[in-house]
């Protein structure tokens, strides 16, 4: 009943909307989506790559306060939010030796995350998903393409 209600008059009423979406996002039956419009379509996709800068944000921002007992350096969070690129950059000094690091690096391309580059303990691929972003919207960028097919995430 929702479903079909809601394709009726959802241009004209938000509330519908939200009810569609949640629905269609319990349900991930695919059939729902023919039946929406590309305007729907891109609604949804926009949604989708909103909760996905949301996720990779909340990772990235817990991870750019930890601080340093060794080391006179701070973690920044630099996040491009209109090209969809997010990193945490160490800049600081060890000893006399100036560093400028980037451990963590994640991108939204064609709606789904890519790690490009972690070099920390912090699994960022289960932190993902335990923020709701299924393993098949993760790409191991790091990777070469013929090794991502071995592992559990998507491959592109």
């Known amino acids: 009943f929702i479903l079909s209600s809601c ?3 959802w241009p004209t009423n938000p509330k519908c909307w939200l009810q569609l979406r ?9 059939f729902v989506l023919k039946a929406l419009s590309l305007e729907a379509k891109a609604l949804l996709f926009m949604d989708k790559i909103a ?11 817990e991870y750019s306060k930890v601080r ?11 996040a491009d939010k209109e090209n969809h690129r997010y990193q945490v950059v160490t800049i600081g000094w060890e000893g006399k030796k100036f560093i ?6 994640m991108d939204i391309i064609n709606g789904k995350i890519w790690i490009q580059r972690n070099m920390t303990e912090v699994d960022l691929g289960l932190k993902l998903m335990e923020s709701g972003v299924p393993k098949s919207d993760i790409v ?3 990777l070469s393409p013929k090794i991502r097919g071995y592992s559990d995430y998507a491959v592109s």
């Not at 949640?22 to 695919?30: A, D, E, G, R």
């Not at 340093?68 to 630099?78: K, R, T, V």
């Not at 400028?100 to 690096?105: A, G, L, Q, S, V």
């Open 7 to 9: 394709l009726r008059v």
């Open 22 to 30: 949640n629905y269609l996002f319990q349900l991930n039956v695919s």
């Open 51 to 61: 909760r996905y800068q949301e996720a990779i944000l909340q990772i990235l921002t």
């Open 68 to 78: 340093y007992s060794n080391l006179q350096a701070e973690n920044q969070l630099i």
């Open 100 to 105: 400028h690091d980037c451990p963590m690096h």
């Open 140 to 142: 191991l960028g790091f």
